[in-house]
């Protein structure tokens, strides 16, 4: 599960539980991104999005962090990570990719879309406002859903390729509201992890001026 997790917060916590719990994955590697290739640059700098990441995950012996994008120099796109993985994990371990339904909105906008299939499956889980129905969705990604629906039981029969959703607590939580609330100086307590938010505090994330420490 990759994301700028900028901050992370209870609502990517859920997603990973919950794909965990529903899909029987044996673990969710986490992976801040460092120069997101995707987008513009996030805000906070890498290796401070890295240990809030860290944070969140503690105790939690399902959850691992990889390190790999945050700590890397040069701009990654979700297909690098993908083929990066493969490397290391070899061609015949399912992998699975966890996203939420407003990405899967816009998988049709991502580098070289096609071939994630060939390197992992998809797990979608629901987000408050975007449709998980095929007819919501752009022409192509719904014809691949199409062609590729699952469940739990085909992402173990095979290494890549099949799309399965799962239900999801809809937690109407953003890290774009979360920073704008911190930057107002108003609370964001019950919206991320206590560890999470104590370290924002502690190294002056979020301020009203938009700077970082």
């Known amino acids: 599960m990759g994301g700028t997790f900028d901050p ?13 719990d529903h899909l029987a994955l044996e673990r969710v590697r986490w992976i801040p991104s460092g120069n997101p290739g995707h987008r ?13 990441v860290k944070l969140a995950v503690a105790g939690n012996p399902r959850f691992a962090v ?3 994008e945050a700590l890397g120099a040069t701009a990654q796109f979700t297909i690098d990570t993908l083929r990066r993985l493969r490397g ?5 371990v399912p992998l699975v ?13 991502w580098r070289d879309w096609r071939e994630l299939f060939a390197h ?4 979608i889980g629901a987000r408050p406002g975007y449709a998980l129905a095929p007819a919501a969705l752009p022409a192509a990604v719904a014809d691949e859903w199409r062609a590729r ?16 959703t799962f239900p999801m607590t809809l937690l109407g939580i953003s890290a774009s509201d979360i920073r704008a609330r911190l930057a107002a100086r108003a609370s964001a307590r019950y919206l991320l992890p206590p560890e999470v938010l104590a370290y924002i505090r502690t190294h002056g994330l979020y301020p009203e001026d938009g700077r970082t420490a």
């Open 120 to 123: 992992a499956h998809f797990a």
């Open 66 to 68: 990889d390190e790999a």
């Open 149 to 164: 629906a699952g469940d739990r039981d085909a992402l173990r029969a095979a290494p890549a390729g099949r799309i399965a």
């Open 88 to 92: 290391e994990l070899g061609g015949e």
């Open 8 to 20: 992370v917060h209870l609502g990517h916590l859920r997603l990973a539980e919950e794909a965990a």
């Open 40 to 52: 513009a640059a996030p805000r906070t700098p890498a290796r401070h999005r890295l240990e809030m």
């Open 97 to 109: 990719l966890v996203i939420g339904a407003d990405q899967l909105h816009k998988l049709d906008a």
